[in-house]
């Protein structure tokens, strides 16, 4: 079985300072893990992923992830917060019990609160 | 203009009521998504479709069927509403060679008292 377990239901950090957004997975294949974000109001993006190429994955905004193998976690860090980062977070993976499906498997969410 | 989009955006409704969901897209993806957002649950797959004669069950597809009319439109129905049903929903879609890569309409926020 494949789950994904995120470890702080809620984040806040000072603009300015690094975002760490802490996730750990779980899975019988070789995982495919991403990371998507949820600004208020508004449908989930894309904000990076890991399909087995480099460990270290760039997104958009400045966000970063490492999948660490040994560790079975998939951090989400950003060197420094800016206000419009202040959103809810998911670490997703992939479904592969069932072949190529599109079907995702979502965390429980990260609030990331930036204060001024 | 949106590439995914979902009417109604805001939905109140009775026990018992039969209610739809439709998401429409102008990506030309083959796949589409119907997830329901409850608050600390993160999203749970409800259905999905491969393509127009191709629809699956998801995740937690008890008490929901849904319609794939077109490429473009995917619909969710709830034929008789109960107050668990409650919820965020959101339509997504994406390419058959990147699947995972999915794109999201806004949601639409069903209440159902």
């Known amino acids: 079985a494949q789950s994904v377990t995120q470890l702080d239901s809620h984040v806040s950090v000072s603009e300015g300072t690094p975002v760490l957004l802490r996730c750990n997975y779980s899975?019988?294949?070789?995982?495919?893990l991403f990371w998507y974000v949820q600004h208020p109001n508004k449908g989930l993006q894309l904000l990076l992923k890991?399909?087995?190429?480099?460990?270290l994955v760039k997104g958009i905004n400045g966000f970063e992830a490492e999948f660490k193998k040994s560790e079975t976690s998939f951090h989400l860090t950003k060197p420094s917060a800016h206000m419009s980062d202040a959103a809810e977070y998911f670490c997703?993976?992939?479904?592969?019990?069932?072949?190529?499906?599109?079907?995702?498997?979502f965390g429980q969410g990260t609030t990331l609160q930036v204060k001024p | 203009d949106a590439d995914v989009t979902q009417t109604p955006r805001n939905r109140i409704t009775k026990t018992g009521k039969r209610i739809m969901l439709e998401c429409s897209q102008t990506?030309?993806?083959?796949?589409m998504y119907w997830y329901r957002q409850d608050p600390g649950l993160g999203l749970r797959l409800i259905y999905y479709s491969f393509d127009v004669k191709d629809i699956n069950k998801g995740e937690i597809s008890d008490g929901y069927s849904v319609s794939r009319q077109a490429q473009a439109k995917f619909s969710l129905s709830l034929e008789s509403a109960i107050p668990n049903q409650t919820a965020l929903y959101f339509c997504?879609?994406?390419?058959?060679?990147?699947?995972?890569?999915?794109?999201f309409g806004p949601g639409t926020r069903l209440t159902v008292l």
């Open positions: 990506k030309g993806h083959d796949r």
């Open positions: 890991y399909t087995s190429a480099a460990t």
């Open positions: 997703v993976v992939s479904d592969q019990s069932s072949g190529n499906t599109g079907k995702l498997i």
């Open positions: 997504a879609t994406s390419s058959q060679d990147r699947v995972n890569e999915q794109f």
């Open positions: 899975s019988s294949y070789s995982p495919s």
